[in-house]
């Protein structure tokens, strides 16, 4: 059964500084990875995916993620912050013996300090 | 057209009322999905649809009555909601039922008295 974990529910940075965030998920075949946004009172929007191919996803925004199979990992980056970078992201996965179906991580809420 | 569109954006209901939530979209995508997010936690899938037909039902209260009018509508039949069902309800859409890239719409703000 595929499953996500998002290390940290709430991250603070300051402008300029580093983004990062942590994803591992578990999954018996090589999944696709998604990193998502959401807004205060938004839908979810896709900053980027990785199905197959180069493991360096760049995304919008910024934001770029890397695929490490050995880890099992899928963290999310973004070498400067701005203010309009707070929100909730969600990394999600899908795999076919799954249906298919996006499993979300918990999400981690970004705060970013001036 | 790289929108999903959601009717209403909040919806006020009573236990005893019945009511619907709209999705619309015009991407010509054939997977349509209605997922339902409570405060503070990631979207739970509720129902997927494949080419029209209801391929998913992930256990969901009879209450909820999904419904595919055509490949561009989806629609969420609402009645005899529990207070516990108020949430964001999410619809979003796919090229194929296989995940490559949903589209997700600003969602329905769902509040039952």
């Known amino acids: 059964a595929q499953s996500v974990t998002q290390l940290g529910s709430h991250v603070s940075v300051s402008e300029g500084a580093l983004v990062l965030l942590r994803c591992n998920y578990s999954s018996s075949v090589p999944p696709y990875l998604f990193w998502y946004v959401q807004y205060p009172n938004q839908g979810l929007q896709l900053l980027l995916k990785y199905t197959t191919g180069a493991t360096l996803v760049k995304g919008i925004n910024g934001f770029e993620a890397e695929f490490k199979k050995s880890e099992t990992s899928f963290h999310l980056t973004k070498p400067s912050a701005h203010m309009s970078d707070a929100a909730e992201y969600f990394c999600a996965v899908s795999e076919e013996a799954a249906g298919n179906k996006l499993t979300f991580g918990g999400g981690t809420r970004v705060l970013v300090k001036p | 057209d790289t929108e999903v569109t959601q009717t209403p954006k909040h919806l006020v209901m009573g236990m005893t009322n019945k009511k619907s939530l709209k999705c619309e979209q015009h991407m010509g995508h054939r997977a349509m999905y209605w997922y339902k997010q409570k405060a503070k936690k990631p979207p739970e899938l509720m129902f997927v649809?494949?080419?029209?037909?209801?391929?998913i039902n992930e256990s969901v209260p009879s209450r909820f009555s999904p419904e595919c009018p055509n490949s561009s509508l989806l629609n969420l039949h609402l009645h005899a909601l529990q207070p516990e069902d108020s949430a964001l309800y999410l619809c979003?859409?796919?090229?194929?039922?296989?995940?490559?890239?949903?589209?997700f719409g600003q969602g329905t703000r769902l509040t039952v008295v």
């Open positions: 649809y494949s080419y029209e037909k209801l391929s």
């Open positions: 979003a859409s796919s090229q194929e039922p296989a995940y490559t890239e949903a589209f």
